[in-house]
């Protein structure tokens, strides 16, 4: 079975502050999602990193994709309320035929 | 623009009875899929399917049934409910694969007592 973990599982910080969530595997991935859920909604798409080392920025959050394709990470800077939230990160597995497996996800909670 | 459609948002059940989720989307998307998401254990792949007629098991199947009569509807049936089978089931699309971005639904909470 393969895993995606994630860490870590809780965080709450307060705003203004930066904080780093991990997801990490023993699989290959030949692409890797970042999902956002809010309460009571679906998980909507962040972005998609494909090659490896590759590092994608969307205003304060950088996201990077290891160069082995294994793992990857998401940099939020300067956090604010709005982040606040269910962070998921999903990987196509390489010789699976793009199995698409999730994370446990990161809930995020910044203070004002 | 609907998107992808959940109904119902929530939904309780006694053991034992069966009931249908429905989804919808109205992005003509050939893949859509049914995941369950548990506390702990992020998002789950019940079932899937690449177009119309064509379905096809995800990694927790059990208990579960799907059909995909037309592109747009792919209804989940329960058939005999469980407590095991408690959680929040979101329906989600994509335009052609399962490893492409894909557009979920808001989710039915399902509680079986």
């Known amino acids: 079975t393969q895993l995606l973990e994630q860490s870590p599982q809780f965080l709450s910080i307060q705003e203004g502050e930066n904080l780093t969530v991990y997801c990490n595997s023993s699989s290959v991935f030949s692409s890797l999602q970042w999902y956002r859920q809010e309460p009571g909604e679906g998980p909507v798409l962040l972005v998609t990193?494909?090659?490896?080392?590759e590092v994608k920025k969307l205003k304060r959050l950088t996201f990077q994709f290891g160069d082995a394709r294994k793992d990857s990470s998401l940099h939020i800077t300067a956090a604010q309320p709005g982040d606040t939230g269910l962070y998921l990160c999903?990987?196509?597995?390489?010789?699976?035929?793009?199995?698409?497996?999730f994370g446990q996800g990161t809930e995020l909670s910044v203070k004002p | 623009n609907a998107g992808v459609t959940q109904t119902p948002k929530f939904q309780v059940l006694k053991t034992g009875q069966s009931m249908t989720l429905q989804c919808a989307q109205d992005m003509n998307h050939e893949y859509m899929s049914w995941y369950r998401q548990d506390p702990g254990m992020g998002l789950r792949l019940i079932h899937y399917s690449v177009g119309a007629g064509i379905t096809d098991q995800g990694e927790v199947p059990n208990g579960y049934n799907v059909s995909r009569s037309t592109t747009e509807d792919f209804p989940l049936r329960l058939l005999s409910a469980a407590p095991s089978q408690t959680s929040v089931y979101f329906c989600a699309s994509s335009y052609s694969s399962r490893n492409e971005k894909l557009f979920f639904g808001s989710g039915t909470q399902l509680s079986v007592l």
């Open positions: 990193v494909v090659t490896g080392g």
């Open positions: 999903a990987g196509a597995v390489s010789n699976q035929g793009g199995k698409l497996i």
